[in-house]
């Protein structure tokens, strides 16, 4: 064996076949070209023995794919919360033979740009667009230039982009419904949000569908949403603010907040009013944040599914980047991942 890198032309010479024959087996085509399956298996053998590594280079120029995807995100990468959304992109990606270039924006416009920019000079042969949370955004121009997909975002205008988002409304129907199994009828409020589906923040994609969700599933047992209250943000503070305001004019029997960081707010407004979860009020929530099993009681939420999202993202761009290279035209299709419910000790029947 060479002391350097081991060449195709030497794992060829140990095998006793040509250099083309050992290509176009340790390509993966000999069955297309008829190849016996005693020297495929020559072939095989002498690559362990040396230890033979393609040259990726070289690979991707004949091939015209580098093997890689890029992974360009707001705050995905050093977010705790969706870490698992990366891990599902890495872990899909590997199992293909991908590497995952990863990139993060902050939300800096210039910034993106460069990134987008690099990962198109790597050659990489797609690109997913990550977002921390769900939201609509104006689809950057680089990314209309090959293969690429939404993760946790959609467009705001017509893309051929496709998307792959948690499924919020079906979330927003599990909620309701596990306090209408419950036994919960009334004295239903919403805390995040009113309880209108507009009444909440520009660009709020899962608010939407989470109330859109909630009052279809509470519509047709024909419960009423006592009231809602729309909070400047999603953290606890906001989340205690609200629920003490709504405490000093009324009684809820069920609470159902837009996220578990406004679930812990409210938790702590409840306790100042001497209320009891789940014996005075139920609360359900949204995302499963590890706040949920750590508040007592335990926190029943509809969870974000963070590492299938990354998994499912990547999956639809590698059909995509093979769509393109057979000539088909992309076409745009939002890809719903379910968002499974969290059973604890937080809902309760409201006589309980």
């Known amino acids: 064996m060479s002391s350097g890198r081991v060449t195709l032309a030497e ?30 298996q020559r072939v095989l053998e002498a690559a362990k023995e040396l230890n033979y590594r393609p040259n990726i280079v070289s690979r991707s120029l004949r091939t015209g794919s580098t093997r890689t995807i890029g992974f360009v995100s707001d705050t995905v990468a050093t977010s705790r919360l969706a870490g698992d959304m990366i891990k599902g992109a890495l872990e899909a990606a590997r199992e293909q033979g991908m590497l995952l270039f990863i990139g993060e924006t902050d939300g800096d416009v210039n910034l993106e740009r460069d990134l987008l920019q690099t990962m198109h000079d ?5 690109i997913v667009y990550a977002s921390m949370f769900t939201r609509a955004v104006n689809v950057p121009a680089a990314l209309t230039t090959g293969a690429a997909v939404l993760l946790n975002a959609v467009p705001k205008r017509a893309s051929t982009l496709s998307s792959v988002v948690p499924d919020e409304l079906e979330a927003g129907r599990t909620a309701a419904q596990v ?19 507009r009444d909440v923040h520009p660009g709020g994609v899962a608010a939407v569908e989470r109330i859109t ?59 100042d009013f001497g209320c009891k979860v789940p014996a005075d009020v139920s609360v359900i929530s949204f995302d499963d944040h590890p706040v949920a099993t750590w508040i007592r009681p335990k926190l029943t939420t509809v969870a974000l599914p963070h590492y299938e999202l990354g998994r499912k993202a990547v999956e ?25 419910v969290r059973i604890r000790d937080s809902v309760a029947a409201p006589d309980a």
């Open 11 to 40: 794992v060829a010479k140990r095998a006793g076949v040509s250099r083309p024959t050992a290509s176009l087996v340790l390509s993966g085509r000999s069955r297309e070209f008829r190849i016996s399956d005693s020297v495929e």
């Open 122 to 126: 790597r050659q990489v042969d797609g």
């Open 179 to 197: 306090l209408l199994d419950a036994g919960h009828r009334d004295g239903i409020h919403l805390i995040g949000a009113g309880p209108r589906i």
């Open 213 to 271: 969700g909630i009052r279809e599933v509470l519509g047709k047992a024909k419960v009423k949403i006592a009231g809602g209250r729309l909070t400047d943000d999603w953290l606890p503070e906001y989340g205690y603010r609200a629920t003490r305001e709504l405490l000093e004019h009324t009684r809820p029997r069920a609470l159902i907040c837009l996220n578990d960081r406004l679930a812990v707010g409210a938790y702590q407004a409840l306790d």
């Open 316 to 340: 639809v761009l590698l059909a995509e980047i093979n769509r393109i290279r057979e000539g088909i035209a992309p076409e745009a299709e939002t890809h719903r991942v379910p968002m499974p």
